[in-house]
């Protein structure tokens, strides 16, 4: 675990990794989704997770989730799936 931990800090540090805000740009941009995905059910953090990649300008979202993989692709993003 302290591998792990020490792993993404220094990520962090390296400006690998950005911290987001959920301001009320990104709530719009979620409220887009889920009302964009009426035909595939959306759960509300996984639209909230969309949009705060796209705010970041994130190239790929990575995820287990088939529905949220689904959005993602319909948004427009690129999926890894892990």
Sequence with gaps: MNQI???LLADAESGSLARLHLDPAVHR????LLLATDSLPLPTLDALH????????A??????DRRM??????????????
């Excluded at 190239?59 to 287990?64: K, N, P, R």
């Excluded at 993989?69 to 892990?82: F, H, K, S």
Aim: glycine share 8%.
């Design 5 to 7: 931990r020490g792993a």
């Design 29 to 32: 941009e979620a409220e887009r």
């Design 50 to 57: 969309i949009a705060l990649a796209f705010s970041g300008r």
């Design 59 to 64: 190239s790929h979202v990575l995820t287990f």
């Design 69 to 82: 993989r689904e959005a993602a692709v319909q948004a427009g993003m690129n999926v890894i799936d892990i």
